[in-house]
């Protein structure tokens, strides 16, 4: 395990290399009560995973006290050194600072005591839509089968090769089972948002769609029946934009009605389904003007041939046909 962690690592075009558990975003897990210096085991148990020295920094997780953890932890006696994020840091110890606590979890109905000599920044473990809970890193152990991070920016292929490579240079009992991105783990625990991001999309587009092809057409209507009001006005000297502005006004107006019954609509159903929206709130400012700006951009473009209509009525041949 160390041998292919150490390999990896020097090979040219990777940053950083780190071994741990197994991957995170696939369910996995192992969980422990806590239990503290003259207190009870915990109520609910928390997360625990070993991690090798490096794991923070392959997966961008800051630091934000105390250190990483170094080769000689695993072989450490109790107290052994631990890691915890600022989930677990402010459960357990609130603002007081959680170096250098000690606290114990049950191994085989034996406790085993830890000592706190870092502090990572809160990271996801299940997937992205679940609040961040308590996690204890534990120095990581031989085994073998086990999790490699590789931190580059290598082509995955390119990266498939080297691991493959160096797994094979060490021992024929080496085998690499599976080779993925974080961006493809993260993007599995996504799936049924996507899907119905893409089906509400299509949705949305088609009705925008029609939305516009029903404002062409009624916008077509009224000018077809204002063609002697707009032969009178042309007579009289209106100019070109100012018989544009008719047809405006009437877009504005429609929309304008259309906008307010539906901003009110859509922010009645989001707070239906505010646990399907991920990475913004139930009345995001950006969504919302982009909506706006789409839905007015559409209803220009629909409203373009019938206001160029409009301005090219010859008023002499309007007035005889009428």
């Known amino acids: 395990m160390s041998q292919l962690q150490e390999r990896v690592a020097i090979e040219p075009g990777v940053r950083n290399a780190a071994s741990a558990w197994w991957p995170i975003f696939e369910g996995t897990a192992y969980s422990e009560q806590v239990i503290l210096p003259g207190k009870g085991p915990s109520e609910q148990e928390v997360l625990f995973y070993r991690a090798s020295p490096g794991y923070f920094a392959t997966l ?19 107290p052994s050194p631990v890691v915890v994020n600022e989930a677990f840091a402010r459960k357990y110890f609130g603002r007081a600072s959680a170096l250098g606590r000690e ?51 290598l082509p995955l292929g390119q990266i498939m090769q080297l691991v493959e490579r160096d797994a094979h240079s060490i021992g024929s009992s080496m085998e690499v089972h ?26 949305a587009f088609f009705g925008l769609l029609l939305a516009g092809i029903g404002l062409f057409g009624l916008l077509s209507y009224s ?21 544009i502005s008719l047809v405006v006004k009437d877009v504005a107006a429609l929309m304008t009605l259309g906008l307010m019954a539906g901003l009110g609509a859509a922010l009645a159903v989001l707070t239906l389904f505010r646990s399907l929206l991920f990475g913004i709130g139930s009345a995001d400012p950006v969504v919302t003007g982009t909506a706006i ?13 019938p206001a160029h209509r409009a301005a090219t009525v010859d008023p002499v041949r309007a007035l005889r046909e009428e």
């Open 60 to 78: 961008g997780t800051p630091l934000l006290a105390g250190r990483d953890f170094q080769l000689t932890d695993s072989r450490m006696r109790e």
């Open 178 to 203: 599976e080779i993925t991105t974080l961006e493809t783990l993260v993007g599995n625990t996504l799936l049924r948002e996507k899907l119905l991001a893409g089906v509400g999309g299509a949705f």
């Open 223 to 243: 000018v077809a029946r204002r063609t002697k009001e707009i032969g009178i006005r042309g007579a009289l000297g209106a100019r070109r934009m100012q018989i």
């Open 103 to 153: 606290f114990s979890y049950l191994d085989h109905n034996s406790p085993l005591r830890q000592v706190i000599v870092g502090v990572a920044s809160d990271a996801h473990y299940w997937d992205l839509k679940t609040r961040v809970e308590p996690i204890v890193y534990l120095p990581l152990e031989g085994s073998n089968s086990f999790t490699l991070y590789v931190r580059s920016a």
């Open 293 to 305: 700006a789409v839905f007015f951009a559409t209803g220009l473009v629909a409203a373009s041939w």
